[in-house]
């Protein structure tokens, strides 16, 4: 069983639609990150979490340590949205590098 | 500063050639991180650097692969006599501080390899 879980793991969806990303993690992490990977593999950092709530622009993310769980939120999608978002964990007391989990595919259909 | 600056963007090798990519961090971040990515899948953590020491390394990093980091700044990543099942891509990462502190981790583009 890999250490993070995401779901789904390709997500197709209208334009303007809500979208939500989950993972979910079995270790104790210091800190939780969502990237988006577009095609060609260029990685971009959205967020760094250890708790509580993020948001920048349309964007917002989430964490509960308590249950293990990160969500990743994009009010009003665009089709420039389509990436795949991967969310990657650091582990406390584990090596420094991330875990990451398989991604999630997201295409927004004009 | 443009970011995490990886050469080259692709490479294609005959198996059993070695290969050397080269990764430019953020001038002032102390970490420096290397994963591989196969088709499909997240990146898979393989070791970092925390200024010229290299502090951990995966069970992933075969003694074909090596990395450097000699002054702090560039590193590299070799792999020698090369595999089919060393096509992937490489990714760098680079960030500030360490543990509890960790600001900026930014990736680099990334070096694609394809053993043929």
């Known amino acids: 069983k890999n250490e993070v879980e995401q779901s789904p793991q390709n997500l197709t969806a209208q334009e303007g639609e809500f979208i939500t990303i989950n993972c979910s993690y079995s270790?104790?992490?210091?800190?939780l990150h969502w990237l988006q990977q577009h095609p060609g593999g260029g990685i971009v950092s959205l967020f760094m979490l250890s708790s509580g709530k993020k948001k920048h622009g349309r964007l917002i993310a989430t964490i509960n340590i308590q249950e293990k769980h990160s969500s990743l939120h994009i009010t009003a999608s665009h089709p420039r949205d389509s990436a795949v978002y991967i969310c990657?964990?650091?582990?406390?007391?584990?090596?420094?590098?991330?875990?990451f989990g398989k991604g999630t595919h997201l295409i927004i259909q004009p | 500063d443009t970011g995490v600056s990886q050469n080259p963007r692709h490479k294609i090798t005959k198996r059993g050639q070695n290969v050397t990519f080269r990764c430019d961090p953020i001038?002032?971040?102390?970490?420096l991180y290397w994963y591989r990515q196969t088709l499909g899948q997240g990146p898979e953590f393989l070791t970092y650097?925390?200024?010229?020491?290299?502090?951990?390394k995966s069970r992933l990093l075969s003694d074909r692969f090596s990395a450097e980091r000699p002054k702090g700044s560039f590193s590299t990543l070799e792999i020698q006599r090369t595999e089919q099942g060393d096509s992937a891509m490489y990714l760098c990462a680079s960030s500030l501080g360490g543990g509890a502190r960790l600001y900026g981790y930014t990736f680099g583009s990334g070096t694609r390899l394809t053993v043929v």
């Open positions: 650097f925390q200024n010229e020491a290299q502090l951990e």
């Open positions: 270790v104790g992490i210091s800190a």
């Open positions: 001038s002032e971040h102390n970490r």
């Open positions: 990657a964990v650091r582990s406390i007391g584990g090596a420094d590098g991330l875990t």
